[in-house]
């Protein structure tokens, strides 16, 4: 269920405040609301500008702009218990490993405030659910995207948080942490193996999306191809193993779009790419249009346990819509159709 619509406020910008940054300017303008609060409410897409969206808070505007701020209107802060069915492939007194499917939001939020794995777990955990994460994101030390399949660990006691995070926020590079995703990619990377290093932020024009900035924050994807389909030399969709170093919003996705080879399924970064459709076989394109998400899983998690300090590893398989996927693409021929051609 969506939240209400909430309010507008719309101005135009003065002489005066030619030059000033937008943040400054909104909180000039809206005296209730804190700087905090708008410079929120503008990394959240929640401004625009003659009607463009504005995501930088630091962003100089100009005389005679119109500008326009949605307000959203205030939720309760408790999500609530909902009998949501979950896949638990492991659970002990401090933590909780599931297979999340796809179309599952983790965490309440504008657009999704119900139906969340938050509002499954409240009902699963009740009052055991670790509470550092906030009211609104209980147990969560890490996401996966709502379209994004796989394995999600989460903390049932304030100890595990905090043992979790520390995990996290290291991304393995000192520790056991082990993340392993598993991606269908349009085309093939030459290589069989290599690193993706390019920063990240927030898109500065779509709320929706981040994209890749000098001055963003450090992001480092590292992959390797498992199979390839289609032509030897031009093949024309792979497998990709892909393990993470960082884990920034939308990483895996932005990263692989930015070297040509975005995710099939994925319209928000790879919507150029989706005439390639008619090179797939019947087979191969039914089974993406039935996909209707981006082709990525969670492979493999590997974590320490935050009490017994043994490593636990998990593993889920692709679901059926992914098998079904892989198993048509693998049918793709094997000779390019313009090979006969003189």
Known sequence: MAE???????????????????DRVLAARVAELSRSHLKALILAGDVTIAGRTVVEPD???DAGATVTLHVPPPVSARPEA????????????????IDKPAGLVVHPAPGNWTGTLVNALITHLGDSLSGIGGVRRPGIVHRLDKDTSGLLVVAKTDFAH????????DHGRTGSLRRVYWGFAWGAPERSRGTIEAPIARHPHARDKMAVRQRGREAITHWEVMERYGPPGEPVASLLELRLETGRTHQIRLHLAHIGHPLLGDNLY??????????????ARAALEALDRQALHAHLLGVEHPTTRRFLEFRSELPFELVRLRQSLALQPTISPRADVR
Do not use: M, W
């Open 59 to 61: 962003h100089r505007v």
């Open 82 to 97: 909902e009998n949501i069915p979950l896949t638990v492939i492991y659970e002990d007194e401090e933590l909780l490993v």
């Open 270 to 283: 790879g919507a150029g790419f989706r005439t390639k459709a008619a090179l797939l076989d019947p087979e």
């Open 162 to 169: 905090r043992s979790l995070s520390d995990q996290f926020a």
């Open 4 to 22: 209400p619509t909430g309010r507008f406020e719309t101005f135009t910008v003065e002489v005066g405040e030619r030059g000033q940054r937008l």
